[in-house]
């Protein structure tokens, strides 16, 4: 197994242990769940709870993935440089993490001022945009689209309030 197949399984094992910790330990101690909660999808635990089954189901997958591979992989004829592959030093990588959570802070920030769906669209749209991708036919669709449908699902069928900022006139 070369290092980058153990990077990918060490990556695997990490996010399913931190599903397990959220699903056992932040979740529980994290939501309060009232006991008369008639419909499962509407308590305040269940969506949390699916995003923590999504992420160990993604580390199990990603780890059993790498695993695998590895096995296949012929040493001999493998290349020394995955082409694809562009190793950035770790101050770059560094940045990159305090840029995203700088990012998340002014998210938070805006969302009672311009409201959830607005900064929802612009964070789609620059996040989009500084992991690569540059093609606007699929990042305007996905950042107005993604956020407008969630909104829907959540205000008019779940019935939770959202922050609208400047369109709070329109509820």
Known sequence: MNAHHKREVAVGIAAAAIAAIGWFVVIPLGIEVPQNIKITALSPDFWPRIVMAILAIAGAVIAIQAFFESRGADPENAP??????????PAVLAGRVIFALALLFVFYAGIFQLGIVVCSALIIV???????????????????????????????????PMPLGVFEVLR
């Open 126 to 160: 620059i996040f989009t945009f500084v992991l690569g991708q540059r093609q606007w036919k699929y990042i305007l669709p996905l950042a107005v689209a993604l956020p407008l449908v969630l909104y829907f699902f959540f205000v008019h069928v779940a019935q939770v």
């Open 80 to 89: 020394a440089n995955d082409e694809k592959t562009v190793e950035h030093p």
